[in-house]
């Protein structure tokens, strides 16, 4: 049985790399697949069942566990096979919903697309974004809360 991972606070999804991340999980023999070059927030992890079982039996901080990318990405614990898109955006951007001000840069962004075009995509966002870097001001300089995550 394979999981595909996705998060409530990272609110817009890439059908596309999805699509592709599930089928090289197929294609290999790897515990984890997980697409890479994306912008923060929009990544996708692919995993089976017995990676999860492994985390909760192992993990020493339960609330890390919020922190799942960061364990199951480790060669030492898990075999990961890498995808990677074909995007090219501003590394600074940040599509996740953590802060406030990441409400905000939503907020700018369904406002842009929502109401013409509710099945709008990363893409369309990236291309929008790149002619209007004002809005990744808003957010890029919040970071990641997680110091360090160990499971074992």
Known sequence: MIIVRITGDDILRDE???????????KSSCDVTISKNMPYG???????????KKVVRYIKVPEYSEYLEHIINNKFYFS??????KYKFDKSIRMTLDYKEDLLFFKKIFKKFYTK??????S???KYLNL???????????????KKVEII
């Open 16 to 26: 596309i790399m999805i699509d592709k991340t599930i089928l090289s999980h197929l």
């Open 42 to 52: 929009t990544s996708t992890e692919i995993m089976t069942i017995d990676v999860l």
């Open 80 to 85: 990961v096979n890498y995808i990677f898109s």
């Open 117 to 122: 075009h509710p099945n709008f995509s990363i």
């Open 124 to 126: 369309e966002v990236l």
């Open 132 to 146: 209007n870097k004002k809005i990744i001001e808003i957010n890029n300089h919040k970071k990641v809360k997680l």
